[in-house]
T-cell receptor, first 113, second 116 residues
Framework: SQQGEEDPQALSIQEGENATMNCSYK?????LQWYRQNSGRGLVHLIL?????REKHSGRLRVTLDTSKKSSSLLITASRAADTASYFC?????????????FGSGTQLTVLP | DAGVIQSPRHEVTEMGQEVTLRCKPI?????LFWYRQTMMRGLELLIY????????DSGMPEDRFSAKMPNASFSTLKIQPSEPRDSAVYFC??????????????FGPGTRLLVL
């Protein structure tokens, strides 16, 4: 079963606006990652936040993590048409040699020019 | 580096046929993952390897699916016999754990499988 659930399932905004996507999960994690997938392509890693971190920035991306609420958000500022893609959160659990990412169902972001 | 390489990119086969998907991970990576993506079930982890050894195959749907990693630079996912419900995009991903400093997974372009 999927660990992370994204909200909203679909989001449509105008170029230049900010886009916020949310992710909720159920169990304890070591890290939470966000990936992007363009239509017909593989997933591309965007950013990772560890369970002891609360906020992280990378360029126009800002990720927050609230482990008490088991939730994360991804903010894309000053969106561009090229940001149109599906965005997935993935919860990471590591123990010994075990490494597992469980992906959510994704948010389809459309940025209108 | 060329990234994760998967072949074929597209495969159309008939029900009952054997299908073999191939993956070459990024050189130096010690983890290799196989995923399946469908509209109905999203992205599912099928199996993953660490240093060529299978660690967790609990996501493999049934005995018709098997995966091998004979060496650090090659892995196969085999479906025998294939069924229409196996139609999906199959992704291979690799990562280098590096004592926890990097847990990013690098995905290949995927193999789009259609079983008629």
């Amino acid at each position: 079963s999927q660990q992370g659930e994204e909200d909203p399932q679909a989001l449509s905004i105008q170029e230049g606006e900010n886009a916020t996507m949310n992710c909720s999960y159920k169990t304890s994690i070591n890290n939470l990652q966000w990936y992007r997938q363009n239509s017909g392509r593989g997933l591309v890693h965007l950013i990772l936040i560890r369970s002891n971190e609360r906020e992280k920035h990378s360029g126009r991306l800002r990720v927050t993590l609230d482990t008490s609420k088991k939730s994360s958000s991804l903010l894309i500022t000053a969106s561009r048409a090229a940001d149109t893609a599906s965005y997935f959160c993935a919860t990471g659990i590591s123990s010994g040699s075990a490494r597992q990412l469980t992906f959510g169902s994704g948010t389809q972001l459309t940025v209108l020019p | 580096d060329a990234g994760v390489i998967q072949s074929p990119r597209h495969e159309v086969t008939e029900m009952g046929q054997e299908v073999t998907l191939r993956c070459k991970p990024i050189s130096g990576h010690d983890y290799l993952f196989w995923y399946r993506q469908t509209m109905m079930r999203g992205l599912e982890l099928l199996i993953y390897f660490n240093n060529n050894v299978p660690i967790d195959d609990s996501g493999m749907p049934e005995d018709r699916f098997s995966a091998k990693m004979p060496n650090a630079s090659f892995s196969t996912l085999k479906i025998q016999p294939s069924e229409p419900r196996d139609s999906a995009v199959y992704f291979c991903a690799s990562s280098f754990y590096d004592r926890g400093r990097d847990e990013t997974q690098y995905f290949g372009p995927g193999t789009r499988l259609l079983v008629l």
